[in-house]
């Protein structure tokens, strides 16, 4: 039975057949937030992302694909993002204990092209067990175009199986370094994922900073108020659908905890739905990490 925060967020997905309702209701009644209409998902594709030991050899037991979804499981988070891969891997031990979101696209570091390989499908995701899929688009790339219509043809695919879906929407290419988390790029990205059909798009925490580009106007003449985080927040929210799309912000590099800490408040309070954590976690000693992400559940749950 979904609470009535849990309702009224579903109420927003008009178009989603029965099964993808109740997956969504699924991963929002799930873990230490379940209920509460926020929710917090442990990503693991930084191994392909960012290369095993640049995000594994400062807590080697995180080369073990079992410590995620373990730590997942324990920490009471709402849902697991991977690649194909690592869920392949904990699947009979771990089945039915988590939510499962299958990323089914990845890039790496060996090469600085803006684009990301496919690495998965709807009939892995259901083969596994999966609750969704997840993906990732790069607008501003020169590669955005085909990442976009990739997104909708998977999301097309997924919608009909029942499952949900996640867009990782992360402005890069043709955008200077720091206006890949300027507020008003990360607005129109946020915006481009709700277009692509996402039931849960995910972006970076965005800065005051307004890139130089024909939305910027907008900001300055309509006074749009982006000074703190909590402001900007809001923004995203409001180009998310005037707040029918559930919104997720990515925890980033590992930072302190009174750092990162600030930010989830600034997300509740500006209306986020949760964060997307998995740097933060796997970059500490599991305890610290388990503690960590109790207090990010306090501050989601005031
Ligand atoms: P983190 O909490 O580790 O930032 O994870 C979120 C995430 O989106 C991962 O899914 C992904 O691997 C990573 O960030 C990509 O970060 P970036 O594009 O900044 O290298």
Sequence with gaps: MNSKLVNNIIKNYESDNPRS???LSKILNFGKLGGTGKLIIYPVDQG????????????PGAY??????NFAIEAGMSAFAAPLGMIESGYSTFAEKIPYILKCNSSNSLTNIKDQALTGNVQDAIRLGCTGVGFTIYPGSEFNHKLMEQACGLFRDAKEAGLITVLWS???????????????????AAHMACLCGAHIIKV????SYLEEDPT???FMKNNIKIES?????????RSCFDGRRIVIFSGGEAKNDDEL???IKAIKDGGGNGSIVGRNCFQRPKNKALELIDKMISIYKD
């Design 21 to 23: 309702l109740d997956n």
């Design 64 to 69: 073990d694909p079992h410590y995620h979804i």
């Design 48 to 59: 392909f992302e960012h290369g095993p030991d640049r995000s594994f050899s400062g807590n």
């Design 170 to 188: 992360y402005a890069r290419g043709d955008i200077s370094k720091k206006g890949e988390t300027a507020i008003n790029i990360i607005s129109y």
């Design 229 to 237: 985080a909590e402001d900007r927040v809001r923004i995203i929210k």
């Design 216 to 218: 910027k106007d907008s």
């Design 204 to 207: 970076k925490l965005p800065t």
């Design 261 to 263: 800490l600030k930010e």
